[in-house]
């Protein structure tokens, strides 16, 4: 028997009604976009905050960002705050950081990226002089990829394999069969700048010797607009897009747990809580992970291309091991990003990707949010989090058994090279594992990216935002087309302009 209705739809809206399934930013900027677009909006969002990925711990005075840290093309977000007849400068203060971060290699020599390219070239040299001229042409090839792959394809809907077709030339002349690293080698010799230039698909979920070189647009992506920071945390940009979808006549409702959605005829009608409670709505956007989504929310059978089966082949992203600690005193030398390299780099990434063993030794990176907004922590005290990319769950790994020993093999490294001493100093901490992404998240594999961005799982190949089976039900998020990372999921989103019918031609 169908649950009846506990929330009535109020008697003066007559908009069509959309349920969007998760509140990750991804769902949160789908909200906004529908919201503008002549839906009444209802976010429905399984814990107690909003923010998926992105939420906030809070903890002894600190507060910690759960998930995303950098913001790169700001741009999307001012695009949101614009469909509301806001701006963002007035909501949110975003901080140009400078440098982006600092590179340290195992060597103990060290690169800090910037955007100015004259820096940027001088820092290159200093490394690597016979590199310069190498290092210029890469990124005008980043340039290049950046203009075609984001700014041209990048919100664009691959809903049929003729759009594959349409931009299959300038994938193989932009080198997109390729690798990462593959095409950074071309440019460049000096290793210690192969890994600069080709570590970036990590921050998607993805491996540079596997991952397709059109994601050597990052490079490009992060000189065009910067790396910034929205003071009071990541947090900040999630509780603003809740106040915009608010401000819509939205409602985003906390403690929802969607357990499968509607499907009649063939198309999406809304959806049914854990708690029996029935929501039917005219369209729905899902921004559960897609396996998730496929596998566990659709009725079985209703979905021809991801059915389980192929969902069980799919390669998921790699995983993350998680650190977050605040400690008394400031480190006033640690800047706001570091990346630490460990002694291997392909070798590494193997085993967390290919081999899905735990290596005795890994690459980090250290995040001091403090560095920028001292709010972030008690006075005199610092914030951090540092993270360790890990194999997915696939690797059979006993988290629960390995996390500590873990998170102390990690403070050893810290103690060693960038923090020595500071141990003493930490006054809270806690640990987030595969486990938690699984568990907590719905990651299969604790994935943290969902699927991972390999050619044959992108564009055309990855979930499409418009379902190929179930008339009105739309996916957003990082296992959607165009990928993970913030201008992704934002992209997403915004790709539902384009493929989501305008509200006012909805019967209702």
Known sequence: MTAPLRHPVPVDDRRPHAVVIGSGFGGLAAAIRLGARGYRVTVLERHDQPGGRARVFRQDGFTFDAGP??????????DLWTLCGKRLADHIDLVALDPFYRLRFHDGSTLDCTGDPERMRAAVGRLSPSDVAGYDRFMAQSEEICRIGFEELGHVPFGSFMDMVRVAPDLLRLSGHRSVHHLVSKYVKDERLRIALSFHPLF?????????AIYGLIAALERRWGVHFARGGTGALVSGMVDLIRGQAGTVRLGADVARIIVEEGAARGVVLADGETIRAELVVSNADVTHTYGKLVPEGATKRWRPAKLKRASQSMSLFVWYFGTKGRRADVPHHTILLGPRYQGLLDDIFRR???????SLYLHRPTATDPSLAPPGHDAFYVLSPVPNLAGGQDWDRLAETYRERIAAELDRTVMPGFRDQIVTSRVMHPGHFRDELLAPFGAAFSLEPVLLQSAWFRPHNRSEDIANLYLVGAGTHPGAGLPGVLSSARILDQVVPHGSTVTT
């Open 69 to 78: 840290t950098i913001v790169t093309a700001p741009f999307l977000f001012e």
């Open 204 to 212: 998607v979920g993805g491996n540079p010797f596997s991952a397709s």
């Open 356 to 362: 899905k063993t735990l290596a005795a030794d890994f």
